[in-house]
């Protein structure tokens, strides 16, 4: 069943000529949110498949390269498509002067002030919230998405002075995190360190076997990163960041743990081998052999 809003906007943008859409995710000091990204993906595919032609502007900082509304001709569209988040504040209302030629609808937002130059300067609003029409569903309730990619805890330890010059914590972090940003998959930061004073951290032991027993995997620069890890059946891409291998290296080896890397081993070639091995159910199998009643 088509969402409430876009079957709304349908009925409001008639049968434009080219559509350009931006939103929240196309300003250069806006943000893309999830869910605005995920509005603009369910507007998008109704539009191809009520044979509308669009293009969608994105922030520079957020996708480079790719269109945004510093390199766009306005002139090149008959229609603006503002979508998802408030209509509220300047850098709203300035798109009103430089897509002055465009007919401006907004769809699945909300109207924080109604006389705002942001919302007054559009001649159509489908909002989601704000006005006297009843609220509808969000968009991003019902855009398409694919499937799950995997949730990877991530470790990491930033002293252990006691190593004096073998330390390559701070290289080692940096290629882990490099790599880690180009992969497919939700990143969780996780610590090893409790706390009873601060929301953000565990409390408790059990606490933080409760968490990373609900990951995929884990990368970990960290001893009981891994132990901790392997103990609820959870597969871990161990890096040892000590020259000549120190305290994570003993215990992988104490364990018989094979996804180990060191600071001369850890390429991008080696992590995506052991990410690979991690996520298969030989990997799985294999950390499931350590679970701990």
């Known amino acids: 069943m088509r969402d409430e809003l876009v079957a709304a906007l349908l009925r409001t943008l008639g049968r434009p000529r080219r559509t350009l859409m931006a939103g929240w995710f196309s300003l250069r000091h806006g943000e893309a949110t999830a869910g605005d990204v995920l509005a603009e993906r369910q507007v998008a595919a109704a539009l191809t498949a009520a044979g509308v032609r669009h293009d969608t502007a994105w922030s520079p900082g957020f996708r480079p390269g ?18 998802c988040g408030p209509v509220h504040g300047p850098q709203v209302a300035a798109l ?41 569903p969000d968009l991003a309730a019902g855009a398409p998405v694919g499937p799950p990619p995997p949730v990877a805890g991530v470790i990491l330890t930033h002293g252990q002075g ?23 998959c939700a990143r969780v930061p996780v610590d090893t360190r409790l706390a009873t004073d601060d929301w953000r951290l565990c ?12 990951l995929d995997l884990v990368v970990t620069t960290r001893l009981h990163g891994l132990v901790l890890s392997l103990r609820t059946g959870t597969p871990v891409i161990a890096v040892d960041p ?3 291998g120190a ?7 104490a364990l018989s743990w094979p996804a180990l890397l060191h600071p001369g081993t850890l390429t991008p070639a080696a992590l ?18 350590f679970v701990v009643g």
């Open 66 to 83: 790719a269109l945004s509304l510093e390199t766009v001709r306005p002139e090149e569209y008959d229609t603006l498509l503002f979508v």
């Open 162 to 184: 006691e190593y004096g010059r073998r330390r390559r914590h701070e290289e080692v972090t940096a290629r882990i995190t490099d790599w880690l940003a180009g992969k497919d």
């Open 96 to 136: 009103h002067a430089r897509f002055g030629s465009c007919r401006r609808l907004a769809v699945g937002v909300s109207v924080v002030d109604p006389a705002d130059p942001a919302a007054t300067g559009f001649h159509e609003i489908v909002a989601r919230d704000g006005t006297d029409a009843p609220a509808r």
């Open 203 to 214: 409390a408790t032991g059990e606490q933080f076997l409760s968490l990373v027993s609900r």
């Open 242 to 244: 000590v020259a000549g």
């Open 247 to 253: 305290k994570l290296t003993a215990q992988a080896r």
């Open 272 to 289: 995506d081998h052991w990410w690979e091995w991690a996520l298969s159910e030989r990997g799985r199998g294999t950390a499931g052999t």
